[in-house]
Nanobody, 112 residues
Framework: QVQLVESGGGLVKPGGTLRLSCAAS????????VGWFRQAPGKEREGLSC????????YYSGSVKGRVTLSRDNAKNMVYLQMNSLEPEDTAVYYC?????WGQGTQVTVSS
């Protein structure tokens, strides 16, 4: 059974940082493209970043480029999203995705 579990969200002040984690079981993350998405209240789910399979190339959307870094730890079978210079507009539930599987999401709230 495949499971993706996000963690690392929380409440942070504007300008702060967070590192989100996505742990996988039943699926080897470095064999597939893995993406990070977010969904804010009343808005559609938005793709932020992804990493390709074995070659590990990374891609970023314009809304977060320069502020986030996606990385992967093959030994731990985890993917991370380092987020810097967070803004209130980054408040959302963040999800990781691989193949057809989604995690349950982790809430990020940016507020003073």
């Amino acid at each position: 059974q495949v499971q993706l579990v996000e963690s690392g969200g929380g409440l942070v002040k504007p300008g702060g940082t967070l590192r989100l984690s996505c742990a996988a079981s039943g699926l080897t993350l470095n064999e597939y493209a893995v993406g990070w998405f977010r969904q804010a209240p009343g808005k559609e789910r938005e793709g932020l970043s992804c990493i390709s399979g074995p070659e590990g190339s990374t891609y970023y959307s314009g809304s977060v480029k320069g502020r986030v870094t996606l990385s992967r730890d093959n030994a731990k079978n985890m993917v991370y999203l380092q987020m810097n210079s967070l803004e209130p507009e980054d408040t959302a539930v963040y999800y990781c995705h691989a193949r057809q599987y989604w995690g349950q999401g982790t809430q990020v709230t940016v507020s003073s």
